[in-house]
């Protein structure tokens, strides 16, 4: 089942629809300079390693979420616009959508399912679903596959926690359900552990912090692109 941005509005997704159109017009590309940020930083990346059971259940399910192929990675230019963006889809997804953990939603036999994501359409979800529904919006708002990335992290009390990452000119950021602020990935306090490849969304990376040994790698030199409406 093909879930769009659309589909998601359908079924609940209140606030999102009154919005759209300025989150078109702010993808649009824009004459903008660069947002301001105190320093440019991003994610050292390690080895191909193993792809969260989580993804591997979407895939599974809706198998055509995970078709996209081979993608050419780039950093997307931080415009003032396009932090505007990422900061509105950060609060529209925060706001619409109801925490509630796999258990006690889906209530999941742990002997078939260690993780469940999938798509926050009857408007509650854990930490994977938010992830999922921003990465879902920016892609829709035009935004490449290749700079917006499923990630896994320890979170403050070294649970695990799913983020969406932002590849930009200016650095890793990150979306995150359990706040509207637009972080860089190291001022979150997180131990980054894994996400999805850049050049191939089904491909996934062990991140410097995450404990896995490897070459590492930095995404800053990669070429930059602005956003541009579909």
């Not at 996209?68 to 959508?97: E, F, K, M, Y």
């Not at 009857?122 to 529904?133: E, Q, V």
Request: net charge negative; glycine share 6%; proline share 4%.
């Amino acid at each position: 089942m093909k879930t769009g941005t659309l589909t998601l509005l359908a079924v609940g997704l209140a606030g999102y629809m009154a919005t759209s159109a300025a989150l078109q017009a702010i993808a649009s590309p824009s004459l903008a300079r660069p947002a301001a940020t105190r320093e440019t930083s991003w994610t050292p990346v390690g080895a191909e390693t193993r792809r969260p059971i989580g993804w591997h259940n979407l895939c599974r399910v809706q198998a055509d979420e995970c078709d996209a192929g081979p993608q050419t990675p780039v950093n997307v230019a931080l415009t003032s616009d396009a932090h505007r963006l990422l900061v509105t889809v950060t609060r529209l997804a925060n706001r619409a959508i109801t925490p509630q953990t796999d258990d006690d939603h889906y209530h999941l036999d742990r002997k078939t399912f260690v993780d469940w994501w999938t798509y926050p359409d009857d408007g509650a979800g854990d930490c994977s679903d938010f992830m999922l529904l921003k990465r879902k919006m920016l892609i829709e708002a035009g935004w490449p596959r290749a700079a917006v990335l499923a990630t896994v992290v320890r979170d403050h009390q070294g649970n695990g926690h799913a983020v969406l990452t932002v590849t930009t000119d200016r650095g890793d950021f990150i979306l995150d359900n359990l706040t509207d602020k637009l972080l860089r990935w190291d001022e979150t306090g997180y131990a980054f552990v894994k996400r999805q490849s850049q050049a191939d969304e089904n491909i996934w990376v062990s991140l410097a912090d995450g404990g896995e040994t490897g070459a590492v790698a930095s995404t800053s030199s990669l070429p930059v692109v602005r956003v541009s409406s579909r």
